[in-house]
Structure formats: C-alpha cells, structure tokens
C-alpha cells in the first residue's frame, strides 16, 4: 500500500512507551518471518458476497449504499455471474464481489444452500499469486488449485483452505496488467 501524502512525518515527540523495543511496530510480530513477505501482498482487493439473484442485489447496493458496478462478467469457469461494486470516490480500492451462481453445480450454488447468502471469501491483492501461493504452501497452507485460475476481469487467482485460514475463504488475487 502506497503512504497517503498526508501520512509524512511530523515533529511531534514519539509516544511509545518506554517498554516497547523502538525497532519493532507495535503490530509487528516478534518473528516477521511469519508474515508474509510486504513484497507479496498489496492489500485488501474485496470481498465475496454469494447472492442467488445478481440483479437484485447490483439494485441493493446501488438504491442503498449508492455503490456502482464497476465491473460485470460471467465467468462459467467459477461458475458464476460477478459484479464488483464499489464507490465512485474509491477507485482501485476494495470492493464487494457479488456472486450469483450459474446453474446448482456451481460452488456458489453449493454455498448458497449450505450457509445462505452472505460474506463467502475476504480476497488479498497480491504481486505475484504463484510467489504468495509457494510461500503459505511452504508454511503449511493447503491452496484449492495446483496452478493459478482466471478470475474477475482476466485476474489470476488462488485460494487458501478455509480450514487452514481460520474458517475463512481466503482468495490470492494478482490483478490483470492493464495499458501498454
């Protein structure tokens, strides 16, 4: 995540405590080794929300939150018909994945009758999905897929074993390159 121009540095004397290592943030795990490395991951990309009818909920998020898509497609290789939604003001933050299901094969279908609508999977933005996927398999991650898939709008994508990621669906996104 790039710094905000806001962000820089100012004179105010530094208020940790005196107990704190100076050379370790607050946030920072002892061993930041076991993080993944900042190289890696870019930050939040979206959220997936499994829905049964997209055009409903596309309505939904637009009459009520004033979201707007951003982007609409049917990837029958998922299984599904997508829309990213988000605000005008943010573009090229985090968003809302809607996912409606294709047909009751597909996994969002199979979501759908287990747990009903609602969040299905928090997506990372990553630099490299096949890097990030090495590095959590190195430390003990399952991944759903061998290889990379295409995801939303000729994305590459990865997940992380909801088992092995605290019950969550964790989606690896590496966004298309776009421009020349």
């Known amino acids: 995540m790039q710094p905000h121009p806001d962000d820089e540095p100012d004179d105010r004397p530094d208020d940790r405590p005196d107990d704190r290592p100076d050379d370790r943030p607050d946030d920072r795990p002892e061993d930041s080794a076991s993080i993944l490395p900042a190289h890696l991951l870019i930050g939040i990309d979206h959220v997936g929300i499994a829905v049964p009818d997209l055009d409903e909920a596309l309505a939904f998020y637009r009459d009520t939150y004033g979201m707007t898509v951003l982007h609409e497609e ?105 421009g020349g």
């Not at 018909?81 to 003001?89: I, L, N, Q, Y």
């Not at 747990?115 to 299905?120: I, M, T, V």
């Not at 999905?129 to 939303?152: F, K």
């Open 74 to 178: 049917t990837n029958t290789e998922q299984g599904v018909r997508e829309a990213m939604v988000g605000f005008d003001a943010t573009p090229g933050g985090p968003c809302l994945q809607l996912l409606a299901p294709l047909d009751e094969s597909s996994t969002i279908a199979k979501f759908l009758d287990r747990s009903g609508p609602g969040l299905q999977q928090l997506a990372f933005r990553v630099h490299d999905v096949e890097e990030a996927s090495a590095t959590l398999r190195d430390r003990g991650l399952r991944l759903l897929y061998d290889e990379p898939r295409r995801g939303t709008a000729g994305s590459r994508i990865n997940f992380v074993h909801p088992k092995d990621a605290g019950g969550v669906l964790v989606e690896l996104v590496e966004p298309a390159i776009t």
